[in-house]
T-cell receptor, first 114, second 114 residues
């Protein structure tokens, strides 16, 4: 059974804290993604990675950075958390097949910044 | 720039009825169009997907209709059941361009009343 695991389901952090969200996949997928989900805004791409040590900005990268030191792990970093980063964060992975690109999602981390 | 527009934002259907969710896209390079289903507290999961070389794809009670010239695609849920109550997201990707990131619509909250 394929699995994308996010380290925390719920997090509460203070404004200005450095926050790490961890994601691990066990499917040997090349592609990994971080999305942010907000009511009425859908899923918005923050960063993605197609290979180890590779990263590309998505649609809303401001205030975030990422790290991918190993193929199975993709970390999202909030350098200095702010209240407008309170959201649901979803990690996903996929593998390029040439005909489709099914993304497998983790269960999400609900982050509250106070 | 919203590349994938989804409507309606919410939908209420009686059990046994037909649920229809519509999406429109702008980027003509998109060549893969999946629909994801998300239950509360879970990450999205792939429901059904279509490539632009066909106009319709059916899997059980779920059908995607695709209109390439109009740059529109829709999800039809036949004989809707209370267990179908969830949030549905359309998405698009440019696989031919080796671009595996998914651009999502804003989502539709479907409620099927018993």
């Amino acid at each position: 059974d394929v699995k994308v695991t996010q380290s925390s389901r719920y997090l509460v952090k203070r404004t200005g804290e450095k926050v790490f969200l961890e994601c691990v996949q066990d499917m040997d997928h090349e592609n990994m993604f971080w999305y942010r989900q907000d009511p009425g805004l859908g899923l918005r791409l923050i960063y993605f990675s197609y290979d180890v040590k590779m990263k590309e900005k998505g649609d809303i990268p401001e205030g975030y950075s990422v790290s991918r030191e190993k193929k199975e792990r993709f970390s999202l970093i909030l350098e200095s958390a702010s209240t407008n980063q309170t959201s649901m964060y979803l990690c996903a992975s996929s593998t390029p097949t040439g005909t489709n690109t099914e993304a497998f999602f983790g269960q999400g981390t609900r982050l509250t910044v106070v | 720039q919203q590349q994938v527009k989804q409507s309606p934002q919410s939908l209420i259907v009686q059990k046994g009825g037909i649920s229809i969710i519509n999406c429109a896209y702008e980027n003509t390079a998109f060549d893969y169009f999946p629909w994801y289903q998300q239950f509360p507290g879970k990450g999205p999961a792939l429901l059904i997907a279509i490539r632009p070389d066909v106009s319709e794809k059916k899997e059980g009670r779920f059908t995607i209709s695709f209109n390439k010239s109009a740059k529109q695609f829709s999800l039809h849920i036949m004989d809707s059941q209370p267990g179908d109550s969830a949030t549905y997201f359309c998405a698009a990707s440019d696989i031919g361009g080796s671009n595996y990131k998914l651009t999502f619509g804003k989502g539709t909250l479907l409620t099927v009343n018993p």
